[in-house]
């Protein structure tokens, strides 16, 4: 396994082609923009290490039998899943924010089970290259990027059907050792930081979309991959000198769009070609562990509800009723969250690869109640916080003389409390509920790993509904 | 065995002086825990294990701590200190140690223990068992000095 240090480095080796605000990246690991989401990839590399994180953090490889970080691991049980829940609570909590690695680890999951069906109906050997390419990664305990997403254009149209044809990524050439694809991907998670990029098609395909069904894995700097950095409100804080104002003083995320301008993948990399009938399955499969791992957002409102409570404290409200009892409502709706990814992770199943995958029906009521419960933390959050955490100057305004004495003066709080650390907690609230951290905690939670639609298309299809009704049928005496 | 308690154990196996000393400063490395009273601890066990008493080699294993109820790493530097010159902590995989004190951060207590049937186990959910363990180090190291 990799220090936090060699994880570093070996990002410092990579040639990575990556545009902000309309100019070229020269030195990535090191831009003061980018650098907070390198600090939180960093992370899981330090708490693998450690001792007291080591159970959740790292587990024994099914291919290799060495220790792995589990963020590349393929689920072998269901304590496994319940694992990565765990995991994914503790690094939401250790970084409040979005540590990047898990659509990656969700990735590679799914296509250890699609790769193995397809093989199995079409006597294909993508399993085994699967199983090649996973043991490079266990080894070099890499970062993978999981490219799910594509532009999509037009959402009336199917792929095929698209006035440009690289709204959605696609095959255009075939070779003797490969392919060639184009197209792009949106709102990639941590691309920046990755190693590798897996691409999956984004939705179920027909017959006429077969060139879209393409799944395969490149080395993050292979030519014709191109990075346009996404921006976050507050993200130019970064580049002031004092750290108060970005609230989070270490730790923030990233995403961007990843555009592949006629990439050539070689054979032993493509995990599925043009077999359209597996594409929903691997859409499936890794939107249900996605949706799993926004356990994330359990740790990221542990950090919340901690500053919601730290905030009242403060002010000196934390013994008036309603405020312990908007912190019970937050603890309620944080742990409901958490109820639900242990659930899908408890009930989980193997399948005929031998991969172990969550109950999807549970995995995606727990996503639906993610696109619901942040955003009322939040809303309690800043209730408790008050007007301050919007309205208070900047911290040149603390250390300028002028200005310094009246913001002491005029914003003492609890007076055993210094004012600057009445601010520090109040930007943190701001960070995660509008600024950088809230793309990961707020719109991330509606939208990533689908919006909330699409769970509730899966609720419809997975809620045995047949069963619900012989029940009350046989209640109400009906024999039909 | 109990969920928080112990299985009786093997007896207490002498190690030589100077591979407790190594074992110590590896551990103190390890950890990059440089404090005083972790290095007192460590001295005071060389000259404790020099003057001839046996010290117990008890392998750590903390579960994950996803949502600990307690800080688990404070306990073990308290047991380390409480404990001083009576007992060696080791990584929970290494060859020499006699027992597993496994550190749980609640009662779920989820640390994958299958590894360690071949050991006795002693698990802490709580702060309040800390005090067991040590009574049981202590008795365990007496019953094995007037054997
Ligand atoms: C912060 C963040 C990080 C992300 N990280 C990743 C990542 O790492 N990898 C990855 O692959 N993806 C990632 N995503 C992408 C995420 O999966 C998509 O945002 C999600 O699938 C929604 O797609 P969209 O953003 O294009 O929204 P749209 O598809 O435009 O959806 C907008 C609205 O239109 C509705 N809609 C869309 N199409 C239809 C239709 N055909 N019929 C009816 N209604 C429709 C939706 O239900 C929704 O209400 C991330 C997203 C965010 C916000
Ligand atoms: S949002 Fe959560 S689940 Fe997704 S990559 Fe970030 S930390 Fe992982």
Redesign the interface.
């Given at each position: 396994m990799m220090t936090p240090q060699q994880y570093e480095e070996s990002l410092r080796k990579l040639n990575l082609e990556v545009y902000m605000f309309g100019k070229r990246v020269q030195n990535v690991v090191d831009d003061p923009i980018i650098r907070p989401s390198m600090n939180a990839v960093a992370k899981t590399y330090e708490m693998a290490q450690r001792?007291?994180?080591?159970?959740?953090?790292t587990v024994k490889s099914h291919v290799t039998g060495k220790r792995i970080n589990r963020f590349t691991h393929i689920h072998q049980n269901v304590?496994d899943l319940?694992?990565k829940s765990?995991?994914g609570?503790?690094m939401g909590?250790a970084t409040g924010c979005c540590f990047q690695r898990c659509v990656g680890m969700d990735a590679l999951n799914a296509l250890s089970i699609v790769t193995f069906d397809i093989d199995k109906a079409k006597g294909a050997d993508y399993y085994k290259r699967f199983i090649k390419y996973l043991t490079y990664v266990q080894e070099n305990d890499l970062v993978c990027d999981g490219a799910m997403t594509d532009p999509k254009g037009n959402r009336g149209l199917a792929p095929h059907q698209q006035a440009d044809p690289d709204l959605f990524l696609h095959v255009v050439e075939e070779r003797k050792d490969g392919i060639v694809v184009r197209g792009a991907k949106a709102h990639q998670t941590g691309a920046v930081n990755s190693h590798e990029i897996i691409v999956m098609p984004t939705i179920a395909m027909r017959a006429e979309d077969k060139d879209y069904a393409v799944s395969f894995a490149l080395p993050a700097d292979t030519k014709g991959i191109i990075y346009i950095m996404g921006r976050q409100s507050c993200d130019t804080r970064k580049l002031e000198e004092g750290l108060l104002d970005r609230g989070n003083a270490v730790f923030g995320g990233h995403e961007a769009l990843v555009v592949f301008d006629n990439v050539f993948v070689p054979w032993e990399r493509v995990f599925m070609y043009k077999e359209y009938e597996f594409a929903g399955s691997l859409v499936e499969n890794f939107a249900s562990y996605h949706r799993q791992s926004y356990a994330c957002k359990v740790g990221v409102g542990?950090v919340l509800i901690g500053a919601a409570q730290t905030a009242a404290e403060y002010n000196g409200a934390e013994k008036a009723s309603h405020v312990k009892d908007k912190i019970i409502e937050m603890n309620h709706l944080n742990e409901t969250l958490y109820c639900g990814c242990i659930s899908c992770a408890s009930e989980g199943h193997r399948e005929p690869s031998g991969t172990y995958v969550v109950d999807k029906l549970l995995a995606n009521v727990h996503k639906q109640n993610v696109t619901r419960f942040p955003y009322e933390i939040s809303r309690l959050a800043q209730d408790i916080a008050g007007g301050l955490m919007v309205t208070m100057p900047a911290e040149d305004d603390f250390k300028a003389p002028a200005t310094g004495k009246w913001l002491e003066k005029y914003y003492a709080g609890n007076c055993d409390v210094p004012t600057l650390n009445r601010m520090r907690i109040l930007r943190l609230i701001e960070n995660l509920t509008l600024g950088t951290a809230a793309v990961g905690y707020l719109t991330e939670s509606m939208h990533g790993a689908g919006s909330p639609q699409a769970q509730r298309i899966m609720i419809a299809r997975l809620a045995n509904l047949g069963e619900k009704k012989k029940a009350a049928k046989t209640l109400a005496g009906i024999d039909e | 065995m109990s969920k928080s308690g112990f299985k009786t154990s093997p007896c207490t196996q002498y190690l030589c002086p100077a591979k407790i000393l190594i074992l110590e400063i590896f551990h103190i490395f390890l950890r990059l825990k440089f404090s005083l009273s972790a290095i007192l601890g460590a001295i005071e066990g060389f000259i404790t294990t020099f003057k001839g008493n046996r010290q117990l080699v008890v392998g750590l294993k903390y579960c994950g701590g996803c949502n600990p109820n307690y800080d688990r790493v404070a306990l073990v530097a308290y047991l380390r200190q409480r404990l001083a010159g009576q007992i060696v902590f080791v990584r929970y995989d290494q060859p020499e140690a006699e027992m597993i004190l496994a550190v749980e951060g609640c009662p779920t207590a989820c640390a994958d223990l299958a590894s360690f049937e071949h050991l006795p186990v002693f698990i802490i959910k709580r702060p309040s068992e800390a005090e067991e363990f040590i009574m049981y180090v202590e008795n365990r190291l007496n019953e094995q000095s007037a054997e």
């Open positions: 001792p007291e994180y080591e159970d959740i953090m304590d319940v694992k765990k995991m609570r503790l909590r542990d | -």
